[in-house]
């Protein structure tokens, strides 16, 4: 079946730092990919949708300087939280559309990223 | 624009019980409907999802959910409740492929003993 592996699963770090979250498909090419953010018993935020070979498209309000997607491949993409602060802790999910599955969505299995 | 909306934040349930978990939507145009699953400080899980045909829908671990479209709704439904169908559940929905899923404010599902 269809999978998409997200790295890494849980990362904690420095206020200020910058961290990247990966999202891979294993077995399918994913032309697009979509982040989200959910928050604690909330529901998932879409932040963005990337397109191999493109510039994402930003959901409103959601900085595009601070959250940086990259998807450079058909079975990569990132993204990068930069200058980290403490309330971007979050839990952070990636989804690739599978044209192979009509209508199909893959999740990854989530980052939990903790700024202290 | 559209919209999902999910009533009950939770919804208890004795194991071996029928539960119903509820999801109504509102969109412009033929919906694409999901249900999807999540376990603590995991990703999504999916169950089931209605395109087009048949209006029950039939998915993993013995799921299913109907559309209805006279009262926009896709309830999820299960004959028999498992505890370790405990989890947070998630509906969906878009309007094409590829293009962005709109989701719920997901329900609590307690399925106790």
């Known amino acids: 079946g269809a999978v998409v592996s997200q790295h890494p699963s849980r990362v904690i770090c420095k206020s200020g730092t910058s961290v990247k979250i990966e999202c891979r498909s294993l077995d399918f090419q994913a032309t697009t990919m979509f982040w989200y953010r959910q928050f604690p018993k909330q529901s998932l935020m879409l932040m963005a949708t990337?397109?191999?070979?493109?510039?994402?498209?930003?959901e409103q309000g959601v900085e595009k300087d601070k959250f940086l997607i990259n998807h450079a491949s058909l079975t990569l993409s990132t993204l990068t939280v930069t200058s980290a602060h403490p309330e971007d802790s979050s839990f952070y999910i990636c989804?690739?559309?599978?044209?192979?599955?009509?209508?199909?969505?893959?999740f990854g299995s989530g980052t939990r990223l903790t700024v202290v | 624009a559209q919209s999902v909306a999910q009533p009950e934040d939770q919804v208890n349930v004795a194991e071996g019980n029928p539960l119903t978990v509820k999801c109504t939507y509102s969109v412009s145009g033929n919906p694409y409907l999901f249900w999807y699953v999540q376990y603590p400080n995991r990703g999504l899980q999916f169950l089931l999802k209605?395109?087009?045909?048949?209006?029950l829908v039939k998915g993993s671990y013995g799921f299913e959910a109907e559309f209805n479209k006279s009262q926009t709704s896709f309830h999820l439904k299960k004959p028999s409740a498992l505890v370790s169908d405990s989890a947070l559940y998630f509906c969906?929905?878009?309007?094409?492929?590829?293009?962005?899923?709109?989701f719920g404010t997901g329900t609590r599902l307690q399925v106790t003993l």
């Open positions: 969906a929905l878009n309007t094409g492929t590829a293009s962005k899923l709109t």
């Open positions: 989804s690739a559309s599978n044209p192979g599955r009509a209508y199909g969505y893959t």
């Open positions: 990337s397109n191999e070979g493109s510039k994402a498209t930003y």
């Open positions: 209605y395109i087009t045909g048949d209006n």
